[in-house]
């Protein structure tokens, strides 16, 4: 009786998808993508909203895929919320989880949707009532993603036993029940006694294994806002025929990264194209070298941006690189406080790390306001900084470091928010453009967008380093509002009338004419929790926006955001970088003069290509070479007759060794051929797919 009972949950759960309402949006002509209708408007008798009353003025096409009571998404760290991938037949897909609170008081679950076009039309899924998740209260969610084989990984905190603590989980999607996830506990360790919990996961292919890397962040005792927190680690394999998880560490438990963790803020990435994977998390700087300028014991508010990398798939990891190094405060040259407090920026909250097609590792960090003597400390007050391990330099992105009044009072965010925040990078390898995306409370002197309990609304901001290599990473054009909502009215928006965006992430594919980007739009701006406004129904959104839009308007703009050192002096590993046309946009614009593609060809001897492994493969391999120098490369796949049946790198790379990874899953057993080419040069071997 038990197991038909769970046959019938799960025809039900199946039936819900099949007779979903499907929204379809009628494609326009633009190509490779059709436009997709703006789905959120303004109602016609609200007036008050700029620029005009009954549609957003936004770039790009937003559509609503679900909607959720519990507007904040994350308190720190987003990493990934969304994904995308165009299937084998080119139709594209965006993969969506969010928090999802039915009502005010009601579950708390983890919801997912799909937004694909399947040549005639886009249709967005209903999402059902069930949700990803087992277990009660779950949220803060986030996902890994298989893009070889489209399977969405989630990953949150759920409660599984009445009275228990939360854990951290992630689940798999079922291949023949779409939208039915099957869902893992991380197991945690004997000493860690404390709920660990905010997990954010990635995916990897390493030693022919599916891994989650997993990393989460063991809560205070008692809410301790400025007491260390323990990082941990979950290495999981899945196994894609049983869709089942196990802990694929040495000792089966979560590996401890750091006791000295601070705030909400850890992240994993991995890299495209080796088994290289990073950890990023603010670290309290009390904990590490005992800085108390105060004298009052730690703060949550002073910390560095440390990073660990692991260079064979999470199992070993490197000593943590300090990325930002600040400063300490000098009690000797008191009295002149200013000069004393040194370095007046310390990390808080946001870290996102990522690797690029290039696998070189870049960090964006939100760092904020730090005078030590004075005891000054605004944490809504921050700027959001770049940096990677091929220039080591920080490089300021968007610039928070104002503060708004209205009748006397501050306009700060809320809890756990800055001016500027979340960033959330992405590289294009067909361009070499670096992409960022973060969110921004109001414009320096507005003090008109805010709530009826006087929080800022946010918006969207889209910003993008120039591709020419002297600049990239360095240098980033000023940011665009893709969503520009701005309350223009003297009174405050009424609650469940704002249109404040955040918790913005950006896909990890974005291949093609478009940035995929999800968010929650807060109809009453604050923190609930908190409260901080009120509880109200909020949309969660799909943005897609055209890349060649935000670079028109790059252009249309015209400039360059100038840097802000993070040090009072040079500091190793953390440089200062300078303009050297001191940040002048110029006849170059964006690009700078340089062209996508324009990369010098290799010659015979500068490049090799390895043998498959293995070989014969079912249904992946591993195709590695190496480059001499930096170069232009092409990296294709043949079949007997010739015929092309596969693309796998087609851009400049970065002198090294690399590694792809061929997914003949939709190609018949047989023989075939792979050739990497770089101008008119190229090396040929061949594999064998045994099915």
């Given at each position: 009786?038990?197991k ?16 979903a ?8 002509v633009?190509?490779?993508?059709p436009?997709l209708?703006r ?11 700029s620029?005009?009353s009954?549609?957003?003025?936004i770039?790009g096409?937003t ?8 507007e ?7 990493s990934?919320m ?5 299937d ?5 897909t965006a993969?969506?989880?969010w928090?999802d609170?039915?009502?005010?008081g009601?579950?708390?679950?983890v919801?997912?949707n ?14 059902t ?11 803060y969610?986030d ?10 990984f989630?990953?949150?905190h759920v ?8 854990e951290?989980?992630v689940?798999g ?10 869902q ?24 022919d ?24 680690y ?14 694929a ?7 401890l990264i ?8 850890v992240d994993?990435?991995?890299s495209?194209?080796s088994?290289r994977?990073?950890i990023g ?15 009052t ?7 560095d ?10 199992n070993t ?50 760092a ?7 005891g ?5 007050e ?8 091929q220039?080591?330099e ?5 610039d ?7 009748g ?30 973060y969110?921004?409370?109001a414009?320096?002197?507005d003090?008109?967008d ?5 929080f ?9 380093s120039?591709?020419?290599p ?12 893709i ?32 940035l995929?980007?999800f968010y929650?739009?807060?109809?009453d701006?604050?923190?609930t ?9 909020c949309?969660a959104?799909?943005h897609?926006?055209a ?7 790059f ?11 993070l040090?009072?002096?040079e ?9 050297d ?19 010098e ?5 500068e490049?090799e ?22 170069g ?10 010739g ?8 851009r400049s ?35 064998v797919?045994m099915?």
């Amino acid at each position: 009786m038990k197991k038909f009972g769970v046959m019938v949950l799960v025809l039900l759960f199946a039936a819900s998808f099949a007779f979903a309402d499907e929204s379809v949006y009628a494609p326009a002509v633009n190509a490779p993508y059709p436009d997709l209708d703006r789905d959120i408007t303004i109602p016609a008798d609200a007036p008050r909203w700029s620029p005009r009353s009954n549609e957003l003025d936004i770039i790009g096409d937003t559509v609503i895929v679900g909607t959720t009571w519990w507007e904040s998404q994350h308190n720190g760290t987003v990493s990934r919320m969304i994904d995308f991938k165009a299937d084998h037949n080119g139709n594209p897909t965006a993969f969506m989880v969010w928090t999802d609170l039915q009502s005010q008081g009601g579950t708390r679950r983890v919801s997912f949707n799909r937004v694909t076009w399947d040549g005639d039309a886009y249709e967005v899924e209903e999402p059902t009532g069930y949700g990803v998740n087992g277990g009660t209260r779950a949220g803060y969610a986030d996902m890994a993603f298989d893009h070889a084989n489209g399977r969405t990984f989630p990953s949150y905190h759920v409660i599984m036993t009445t009275g228990a603590d939360a854990e951290p989980a992630v689940a798999g999607e079922l291949d023949i029940l779409p939208g039915v996830f099957s869902q893992f506990i991380a197991p945690s360790r004997d000493d860690i006694d404390q709920p660990v919990i905010w997990p954010h996961a990635a995916y990897g292919f390493h030693d022919d294994e599916h891994i989650i890397h997993m990393c989460s962040s063991e809560q205070r005792p008692d809410d301790d806002l400025a007491g260390a927190m323990r990082i941990l680690y979950a290495r999981m394999s899945y196994d894609p025929m049983a869709n089942s998880f196990a802990m694929a560490t040495d000792d089966g438990e979560q590996v401890l990264i750091t006791e000295d963790g601070e705030n909400i803020a850890v992240d994993v990435a991995v890299s495209y194209t080796s088994d290289r994977v990073a950890i990023g998390q603010t670290v309290g700087r009390f904990f590490t070298i005992g800085e108390d300028p105060g004298g009052t014991g730690t703060t949550q508010y002073n910390n560095d941006i440390y990073v660990w990398v692991s260079e064979d798939g999470g199992n070993t990891w490197d000593d943590p690189i300090n990325v930002t190094n600040f400063i300490g405060p000098d009690a000797g040259l008191l009295p002149d406080s200013l000069a004393a407090d040194r370095d007046t920026l310390r990390g808080y909250c946001d870290v996102n790390v990522y690797f690029d097609h290039n696998d070189v590792l870049h960090v964006a960090f939100t760092a904020t306001h730090f005078y030590a003597f004075e005891g000054y400390i605004r944490p809504s007050e921050g700027g959001i900084w770049h940096w990677d391990e091929q220039n080591m330099e920080a490089t300021l992105v968007a610039d928070g470091l104002y503060t708004n009044f209205r009748g006397g009072g501050r306009l700060d965010p809320g809890a756990w928010q800055r001016n500027v925040q979340r960033p959330s990078m992405y590289h294009d390898p067909a361009t070499n453009i670096l992409w960022l995306v973060y969110q921004k409370y109001a414009e320096e002197g507005d003090t008109l967008d805010c709530s009826e309990a006087l929080f800022p609304n946010g918006d969207i901001y889209v910003t993008a380093s120039c591709p020419n290599p002297d600049y990239y990473g360095r240098l980033w054009a000023q940011g665009v509002n893709i969503t520009n909502t701005k309350w223009t009215q003297s009174d405050p928006a009424p609650t469940g009338e704002s249109m404040s965006e955040r918790e913005p992430s950006i896909a990890l594919y974005n291949e093609g004419a478009y940035l995929h980007t999800f968010y929650v739009l807060d109809t009453d701006a604050g923190f609930t929790e908190q409260d901080e406004g009120g509880y109200t129904e909020c949309p969660a959104v799909y943005h897609r926006v055209a890349k060649q839009a935000l670079i028109d308007e790059f252009e249309n703009v015209g400039e360059w955001l100038p840097n802000l050192p993070l040090h009072v002096d040079e500091v190793e590993g953390c440089a200062y970088w300078e303009d050297d046309q001191d940040y002048e946009w110029g006849d170059g614009g964006f690009f700078r003069g340089f062209a996508a593609g324009e990369e010098e060809t290799l010659l015979p001897g500068e490049f090799e290509l390895a043998q498959n492994f293995p070989n014969p493969f079912n249904p992946t391999t591993h195709i590695a070479f190496n480059l001499q120098k930096r170069g232009q490369v092409r990296l294709a796949v043949y079949d007997v007759l010739g015929r092309e049946v596969a693309t796998l790198v087609n851009r400049s790379m970065e002198m090294g060794a690399h590694s792809v990874v061929f997914d003949g899953s939709d190609l018949a057993s047989g023989v075939y051929f792979y050739r990497l080419e770089s101008g008119d040069f190229s090396v040929t071997q061949k594999m064998v797919l045994m099915k």
